[in-house]
Structures are given as C-alpha cells and as structure tokens.
C-alpha cells in the first residue's frame, strides 16, 4: 500500500498567517491527491481534489499544489473557522491511503 | 437535501458480525460510486472498502478482506457493510461517503463530497 505522510503532524498559527501543510507519498501518484478538512465532532470535508482542484464552495484562501510525490496544502491566510485536522488521500490506486493528518491550532 | 445517514452501529463481542446502513437522499445514489471511512477514537481516517455504481466492483482495505462485504441496493438508495468476525481494532466510527469521481483528461478521480454523521462500532467483551 501507498503510504502517506504528513508534515508537520501539528502546528500553531495566528490569525492571518499562511500556513502551509504537505504530504509525500511513498510512490509516484500523479496529481490523485485530495484533501479534507476534519473539525472536531465532524465528518471530513472535501477541500480539494485531483491535487489543485478546488471544490465547490471552499474559499479560495485553500490551494492544493504538488504532483508525483510531494504535495501541499496552503491556506493563504489563515480565519479562526479554519482551525481543523487536515488530512491528505491518494486514489491513486488501492488502498485509497490517508495521512496521518496535520492539526491545526491558533496560536 | 443531499443527505447520507449511517444506522447499525453498536457494541459487539470479538469474533461477532455487525451489519451497517447508509441511507441515501436527496440525489440518484445509482450514479455514484460509494465509499465506508473509518476512524478509530482519537486517530486518523481510514478507507475502508468501495463499490461502483452498479456493485460489479468492490475493493478493500487490506486488513478487513475476506471479513467484510459492501454492498449497495440502488432500489432502496442504500449502501451496506456487513462485518464479520469483528476485531477490537475495527473499533471505529464508520462514515459512508459519496464519490463524485470528477473526470479530467480521462482521468478518474476520487471526490468524497458528501459524508455521513458516522455510526459507532464497539468491539469488545
């Protein structure tokens, strides 16, 4: 199984700020890459897919960019709804495998 | 209102079998792949199993083939996943999940957009 691994595992920010998130994958994957965002007590939600797609009705503050191996999330500034566990998933092939997920905080 | 509710969930014995629902509403369930996610109290998630549209195809997570079936009933807009022989580490809150598999360049690509609340799975004696 494709193994995904996540960067930083947890991370502090404030209000405003760009946080970025990444993502590896143990084997080339192309752009089959999707992230979901988890708030506590909530079921994921799809932020992004096909690597940089954004979904509909996700704010433009969230972009997805990488491809092959390495991959990243970007929140170009940072809003307090946003305070979440992030989580990556490749499809590109089975298992569907997640990462481990990034917590984020408000520092 | 597009809409997927889990039912089934409960506490079981090792070695036992539990049979969850996912009730579908509010789009035409038989044009989309579904999914079942998992997740183990405080960890992360976890896929679990897949079926196409037309349930002619189904794959799995490694660590519960041969122990659990998806199945779909686009007849009555819901998806299944029967558990067997139960183990404390399929311990988990199961979500169901929509596919919305957006095509680029003749490419498929897997869009969970719509998730369940969860149903609660409890294995122990």
């Known amino acids: 199984a494709i193994q995904m691994t996540q960067s930083p595992s947890s991370l502090s920010a404030s209000v405003g700020d760009r946080v970025t998130i990444t993502c590896r994958a143990s084997?080339?994957?192309?752009?089959?890459l999707g992230w979901y965002q988890q708030k506590p007590g909530k079921a994921p939600k799809l932020l992004i897919y096909?690597?940089?797609t954004l979904q509909s009705g996700v704010p433009s503050r969230f972009t997805g960019s990488g491809s092959g191996t390495d991959f990243t999330l970007t929140i170009s500034s940072l809003q307090p709804e946003d305070l979440a566990t992030y989580f990556c998933?490749?499809?590109?092939?089975?298992?569907?495998?997640f990462g481990q997920g990034t917590k984020v905080e408000l520092k | 209102e597009v809409q997927l509710l889990e039912s089934g969930g409960g506490l079981v014995q090792p070695g036992g079998s539990l049979r969850l629902s996912c009730a579908a509403s509010?789009?035409?369930?038989?044009?989309?792949?579904m999914s079942w996610v998992r997740q183990a109290p405080g960890k992360g998630l976890e896929w679990v199993a897949n079926?196409?549209?037309?349930?002619?195809?189904?794959y799995y997570v490694d660590s519960v083939k041969g122990r659990f079936t998806i199945s779909r009933d686009n007849a009555k807009n819901s998806l299944y996943l029967q558990m067997n022989s139960l183990r404390a580490e399929d311990t988990a809150l199961y979500y169901c999940a929509r596919d919305q598999t957006p095509q680029y360049s003749g490419v498929f690509y897997d869009a969970f957009d719509i998730w369940g609340q969860g149903t609660v799975v409890t294995v122990s004696s």
């Open positions: 096909a690597a940089s």
């Open positions: 084997q080339g994957i192309r752009n089959d």
């Open positions: 079926i196409r549209q037309d349930g002619s195809k189904t």
């Open positions: 509010g789009f035409t369930f038989s044009n989309y792949w």
């Open positions: 998933l490749q499809d590109y092939n089975y298992p569907r495998t």
